[in-house]
């Protein structure tokens, strides 16, 4: 991989709270060397309120974060991914369509926040939650030495990542 600016695709099966959180947290945190979108393999068509929510009040940008299928970006046209991140179980199990330029791919599953239900404040907790392990995972990303990593030790490096959990 020799890109200047690494192309992330955080993939889900709704796209409207983990892989749209983490599209957010990486497009701030990595700004300059990564460029991440989100997408689903079966979009909400909106984004979860409590997300955008969150991620305001810690001060990420929202404007322009959309839920959409990831069919957008299996098209000759779309953005040539380094990686793909799958952020939801069910994601990780399906058969996703073929990524123009073979991206590196790891699973960075984590609950679903949507999913939750109960009182205003378990449901804040579950964001929360989710929000905390994945700014924890990109912000590893975003200071891994790709450029000085073989493949296997990257892809290495990406499959614990997955296992943080704060």
Not at 33 to 57: C, M, Q, T
Not at 77 to 94: H, I, R, S
Not at 131 to 138: D, E, G, K, L, S
Request: charged share 20%; aromatic share 8%; hydrophobic share 45%.
């Amino acid at each position: 991989m020799s890109s200047s600016i690494y192309n992330v695709l955080f993939i889900c099966t709704g796209n409207s709270a983990r892989s749209i959180m983490a599209e957010a947290i990486l497009n701030q945190q990595g700004a300059g060397r990564f460029r991440a979108y989100s997408a689903g393999s079966h979009p909400a068509g909106h984004v979860n309120p409590h997300a955008i929510e969150l991620l305001d009040r810690n001060r990420f940008k929202t404007a322009g974060l959309r839920s959409k299928n990831w069919d957008e970006f299996a098209l000759p046209d779309a953005p040539k991914m380094d990686f793909v991140l799958t952020v939801c179980d069910k994601a990780a199990g399906e058969v996703c369509p073929v990524w123009p330029g073979q991206p590196m791919t790891a699973h960075w599953g984590v609950e679903d926040p949507a999913a939750v239900k109960g009182s205003i404040e378990v449901i804040q907790r579950a964001f929360t939650d989710c929000f905390v392990v994945m700014n924890r995972r990109i912000a590893l990303l975003t200071v891994l030495p790709i450029e000085k990593l073989d493949k296997l030790a990257l892809k290495k490096e990406l499959d614990s990542m997955g296992k943080v959990t704060s």
